[in-house]
């Protein structure tokens, strides 16, 4: 059964970059996206953007200056860094794996997030 | 970017009730409607894809209809471990976005 587990700094300062790492688990990731998605009191989930096995990437428009998405394949691991972050980007961090079948897209596989604060 | 509302907000409800949960999308979407369970401490829970899509695993208490710009999560009979926060996500267009969520508690 696969599973995701992510790690990184929980605690950042405003202008730092937030860097985390999901690391897959129990099973292949070859045929699917790895997306990272967050969860603000504000906004609820929010679509961070994704990354494919071979380092193709898609961004929320909202987001794609200040973010770069990398795979790891040799550890099965993939990260997101997110620079120049404000209290705003104050969430819990998910990330998960994205699934095609026919033209249907959906995560079926999650971590279990990581709460990132942004504070001085 | 194409805006999900779910309706209600927040719902209270006893075991083996039948709810029902609405989710609109600003545009049609086709069959591009996904359906998460969500529980504090942990990842969200696919229950459903392309609408009406069952994921495997999940009980056949839970289905999903609609199409077009209006979609619906039904629960049959509400069981003790259901009560959790559902939200809806389009897979139509970049950014993937969600619904703001349906907490449902028990009365």
């Known amino acids: 059964q696969v599973q995701l587990l992510q790690w990184g700094a929980g605690l950042l300062r405003p202008s730092e970059t937030l860097s985390l790492t999901c690391g897959v688990y129990g099973g292949s990731f070859s045929a699917y996206f790895l997306t990272w998605i967050r969860q603000t009191p504000g906004k609820g989930l929010e679509w961070v953007g994704e990354v494919s096995h071979s380092g193709a990437t898609n961004y929320s428009p909202s987001l794609e200056n200040r973010v770069t998405m990398s795979v790891d394949t040799s550890k099965n691991e993939f990260s997101l860094k997110l620079s120049s972050v404000s209290a705003a980007d104050t969430a819990v961090y998910y990330c998960?794996?994205?699934?095609?079948?026919?033209?249907?897209?959906?995560?079926?596989?999650w971590g279990k997030g990581t709460t990132v604060t942004v504070s001085s | 970017d194409i805006q999900m509302t779910q309706s209600p907000s927040s719902l209270s409800a006893s075991v083996g009730d039948r709810v029902t949960i609405t989710c609109r999308a600003s545009q049609t979407i086709s069959l591009f409607l996904n359906w998460y369970q969500h529980k504090p401490g942990e990842g969200p829970k696919l229950l459903i894809y392309a609408a009406s899509v069952l994921e495997t695993g999940v009980p056949s208490r839970f289905s999903g209809g609609g199409s077009g710009a209006e979609f619906t999560l039904t629960i049959s009979s509400l069981q003790p471990e259901d009560f959790a926060t559902y939200y809806c996500?389009?897979?139509?267009?970049?950014?993937?976005?969600f619904g703001q969520g349906t907490k449902l508690e028990a009365k």
């Open positions: 996500q389009q897979s139509h267009s970049i950014p993937y976005s």
């Open positions: 998960a794996r994205a699934a095609w079948v026919g033209n249907y897209y959906y995560m079926d596989v």
